[in-house]
Antibody, heavy 130, light 110 residues
Framework: QVQVQESGPGLVKPSETLSLTCTVS????????WSWIRQPPGKGLEWVGY?????????????SYNPSLKSRAAISIDTSKNQISLKLTSVTAADTAMYYC??????????????????WGQGTMVTVSS | QSALTQPASVSGSPGQSITISCTGT?????????VSWYQQHPGKAPELMIY???NRPSGVSYRFSGSKSGNTASLTISGLQAEDEADYYC??????????FGGGTKLTVL
């Protein structure tokens, strides 16, 4: 059974970089699409971005991001630790949210990575405040 | 990208059926059969209820069904139960190879 656990600092100062980690147990993170999704307190869900890595060391993997984040987001994978990471630069109070890591059901073809998220972590809350 | 449009709230009595709509554009909902629906109880992570417009993941009750017509997708819950009270979100693949969510609908079981 796949289990997902997000972790992070909890509190980040404005203009700094937010760094989160998603640790997956029960299966390898390779050959699956992994997304970060966030939810501000009392508000709806917002897709942040995804990363896919096949496990082929000669292939860097593929990413896609929500254009509203204006290139502030970067997702990476550490296969040795079975972790997916999110870095979000120049944070403001608007980035305060619960951040979730989730796995997509689709691996191949159109909409791969953006079909439906069948495995979610419990989320980690991030507050941006001085 | 703009959020998909969902009603803020819907309600129904136990045993009844309700439908939640999700309206987008031809660049997302109307252009692809990659609409998903999620259920979220307070303080919990979302749970996938429907994907690819009408497919139910293993373990999801048959009472949940999805459909689409033009730029609007719909989630129908039949035989409403108290445990169905939750927030529901739709999402859609977009022509920019990104994902957009709806604003969410609060379902109240009367």
């Amino acid at each position: 059974q796949v289990q997902v656990q997000e972790s992070g600092p909890g509190l980040v100062k404005p203009s700094e970089t937010l760094s989160l980690t998603c640790t997956v147990s029960g299966r390898s993170i390779t050959d699956k699409y992994w997304s970060w999704i966030r939810q501000p307190p009392g508000k709806g869900l917002e897709w942040v971005g995804y990363m896919y890595f096949s496990g082929n060391p000669h292939y860097t993997g593929s990413t896609s991001y929500n254009p509203s984040l204006k290139s502030r987001a970067a997702i990476s994978i550490d296969t040795s630790k079975n972790q997916i990471s999110l870095k979000l630069t120049s944070v403001t109070a608007a980035d305060t949210a619960m951040y979730y890591c989730a796995r997509d059901v689709r691996v191949f073809g159109a909409a791969a990575g953006l079909d439906g998220f069948d495995v979610w972590g419990q989320g980690t809350m991030v507050t941006v405040s001085s | 990208q703009s959020a998909l449009t969902q009603p803020a709230s819907v309600s129904g009595s136990p045993g009844q059926s309700i439908t939640i709509s999700c309206t987008g554009t031809s660049s997302d909902v109307g252009g692809y059969n990659y609409v998903s629906w999620y259920q979220q109880h307070p303080g919990k992570a979302p749970e996938l209820m429907i994907y690819e417009v009408s497919n139910r993941p293993s373990g999801v009750s048959y009472r949940f069904s999805g459909s689409k017509s033009g730029n609007t997708a719909s989630l129908t819950i039949s035989g409403l139960q108290a445990e169905d009270e939750a927030d529901y979100y739709c999402s859609s693949y977009t022509s920019s190879n990104t994902l957009v969510f709806g604003g969410g609908t609060k379902l109240t079981v009367l």
